[in-house]
């Protein structure tokens, strides 16, 4: 057997990042920059107005209350706003330009002015005094150009693309989603949702691992689940590798008579033990140059833990981000058995108990078992115990593999 970290680098040594694209900022929601962002307009991009009313000189109502006459109407979008003569008063709407010769704004609540008012009145009566620069946004005061706003890797939501475009970018160069094939096999694997009958079991892998793939940013490609039949594995493989960038089999990589994918693609990829628990046959490799197929065990268990462990350090690489994850600490709540010479990873429910680290139960009474699928709903990470330990105590501390 090889260690967890001689196998995760001769995975990683063979990703390489997708190339990324330039797309519309309005196709780039939830993909992650390629680059640095700097803004090429500045934040505000004009000096204006951040109240409704009326845009005037403080000198000319230090002695307020006082009445101004009104020179003209500034409303938001206006270009050439009408000019703020000495001794008068314009007014102006939120957002509209500063006119020239003002230096501050009065909001309408502080004039004898009735908010929403359509008609321009004459004059207008200051009732309080404003300071100057009062209610207005200097240009770039947010952000100047060549500014950074967004730095490479940043995943971008809603707030990241507003503040984008708001920074003069209709198109971002991103890390496009990569697309994964998602392929379970075995003769005894039958639809969700129908009777399986004797010695058949629902397809439950295709939907765990299709939503481990989009949880990990990427799209996923539901190929089906087939058979135990090397000859239509590869005929669904080679159909399916022009339409993705990485593909991820469950089942078939084991010591059994009818382990289909090592039948179907020994001679392309490579197969090894790894010493883990649960998790221990995997096999990896590159087909047609440029696709990481990343072939786990059937069990369930064993294919979350495989996913967090060597496939989604692999997809983050695609990705262009940081392959590995942090290992967090945590304590053990309740005792459980470790297999000697094996890391092992256990599927565990956290628990805030208010000291210096989060405590952890197996969400399963099985604990890291790897038929326990049943059990998957209620564990939130995994529980990373070292190869030298043969035996967790309450209290004892413990990796702790976080997934979200």
């Not at 009445?67 to 003209?72: I, K």
């Not at 002015?113 to 240009?139: C, F, I, T, W």
């Amino acid at each position: 057997m090889i260690t967890v970290e001689e196998y995760q680098e001769s995975v990683l040594a063979r990703v390489e990042p997708l190339a990324p694209r330039r797309v519309p900022v309005a196709q780039a929601h939830g993909l992650h920059l390629a680059e640095d962002v700097t803004a090429v307009l500045a934040v505000p991009p004009f000096t204006n107005s951040a109240m409704d009313g009326f845009a005037v000189r403080a000198a000319d109502v230090s002695g307020a209350p006082v009445s101004l006459p009104v020179a003209g109407d500034v409303p938001a979008g206006t270009t050439h706003p009408v000019a703020v003569p000495p001794g008068g008063a314009v007014r102006i709407m939120t957002g509209a330009p500063l006119p020239a010769g003002a230096d501050a704004v009065v909001p309408v609540e502080l004039t004898d002015q009735p908010p929403g008012a359509v008609v321009l009145p004459a004059a207008v009566e200051v009732r309080r005094a404003v300071a100057v620069g009062a209610h207005v946004r200097s240009a770039g005061e947010d952000v100047r150009p060549g500014d950074t706003v967004l730095a490479a890797g940043t995943l971008l939501g809603a707030t990241q693309l507003s503040a984008a475009v708001s920074a003069g970018h209709g198109e971002l160069l991103v890390r496009p989603r990569p697309r994964v094939g998602v392929l379970a096999t075995g003769d005894e694997l039958c639809p969700p949702g129908t009777d399986p009958g004797p010695g058949r079991i629902p397809d439950s892998n295709s939907v765990l691992v299709a939503g481990l793939v989009r949880e990990a940013g990427c799209e996923p490609v539901v190929l089906g689940a087939v058979g135990d039949d090397p000859e239509r594995l590869s005929e669904v493989v080679a159909a399916a590798l022009p339409g993705i960038d990485a593909l991820v089999t469950s089942g078939g990589v084991s010591v059994g008579t009818k382990d289909v994918v090592k039948a179907a693609l020994a001679d392309r990829i490579g197969f090894t033990k790894v010493a883990m628990q649960p998790g221990k046959p995997q096999g990896f490799g590159v087909l047609d140059g440029r696709v990481p197929v990343f072939a786990l065990p059937g069990n369930p268990v064993s294919v979350l833990v495989s996913f967090h462990v060597h496939v989604a350090p692999g997809l983050r690489r695609l990705l262009g981000l940081p392959a590995r994850l942090p290992l967090a600490r945590a304590r053990a709540a309740v005792a459980w058995r470790c297999p000697a010479g094996r890391r092992q990873f256990v599927p565990v429910v956290l628990e805030d108990d208010g000291v210096d680290l989060p405590s952890v139960r197996p969400a399963s009474a099985g604990g890291s078992a790897s038929h326990l699928v049943a059990s998957l709903a209620a564990a939130e990470a995994l529980a990373v115990v070292a190869e030298d330990v043969d035996a967790v105590a309450p209290g004892d501390e413990v990796g702790l593999l976080r997934w979200s």
